[in-house]
Nanobody
Framework: QVQLVESGGGLVQAGGSLRLSCAAS????????MGWFRQAPGKDRERVAT????????DYAAFVKGRFTISTDNAKNTVYLQMNSLKPDDTAVYYC????????????WGQGTQVTVSS
């Protein structure tokens, strides 16, 4: 089992920045990939960014490239999402998730953290 706890959400003005954190526990994560997803009211959940724990390779959705950065702190077992140049369209509940590298499915999810960007 993997437990994930997000933090760092809040209210920010357009153009501002936030950093989300996802603290992971429960097992060794070296063979896992981590992802940040978001879901806005009335919309489907969408992938924001992913990172593979063992080599820190990353991938981003087109709508956040150049604005968001995903990273890990191995000593703290924590994944971060640095969000810059925020837009009102970025308003959503942001979720952290984990999947084993051999799996296509994200089996573990955090409870989510609200990000609200005002115009």
């Amino acid at each position: 089992q993997v437990q994930l706890v997000e933090s760092g959400g809040g209210l920010v003005q357009a153009g501002g920045s936030l950093r989300l954190s996802c603290a992971a526990s429960g097992r060794t994560l070296s063979s896992y990939s981590m992802g940040w997803f978001r879901q806005a009211p009335g919309k489907d959940r969408e992938r924001v960014a992913t990172i593979r724990w063992r080599d820190a390779s990353t991938d981003y959705a087109a709508f956040v490239k150049g604005r968001f950065t995903i990273s890990t702190d191995n000593a703290k077992n924590t994944v971060y999402l640095q969000m810059n140049s925020l837009k009102p369209d970025d308003t959503a509940v942001y979720y952290c998730a984990a999947r084993a590298d051999f799996s296509y499915d994200y089996a573990y999810w955090g409870q989510g953290t609200q990000v609200t960007v005002s115009s």
